[in-house]
């Protein structure tokens, strides 16, 4: 599994933060440790200390907040997502396709009206 930033997207300037390039095995191993850190115990996640993923050109640490802001960052290096419970419920949920069987879909892991979106994409590519 690897993670990338992709800045303007299309023209909207919207961006992605991407979780990509994994297989099943390795998205029941993501699955199951958002719900064990972020659900279970509430802590946050950081990606650059996960070992199955590569972080290519940014970090990613989820956390809870009071509300759903989605992700937010500052200098488009280092992106926090931060979400309520229900919102990691629901990523979880909306992951759980991909822990079934191999997948050439994608899915975003929230629905929030934000410049980022969060891309989970088990091929390498992205098609619009």
């Known amino acids: 599994m690897e993670l990338d930033f992709i800045e303007n997207i299309d023209d909207h300037d919207q961006s992605i933060v991407r979780l990509y390039n ?17 659900i279970d115990k509430k802590q946050k996640l950081d990606v650059s200390q996960v070992d199955f993923i590569t972080p290519r050109n940014c970090n990613l640490i989820f956390g809870l907040f009071k509300s759903d802001e989605g992700i937010l960052t500052k200098d488009n290096e280092t992106f926090f997502c931060i979400l309520t419970l229900e919102g990691f419920i629901k990523m979880v949920q909306l992951i759980e396709p991909f822990c079934k069987k191999e997948s050439k879909g994608y899915q975003y892991l929230y629905d929030i009206d934000n410049p980022i979106d969060l891309l989970f994409c088990p091929t390498a590519s992205f098609d619009e």
């Open 22 to 38: 994994f297989n099943k095995k390795e998205a029941i191993k993501f699955r199951n440790l958002l719900k064990d850190t972020v």
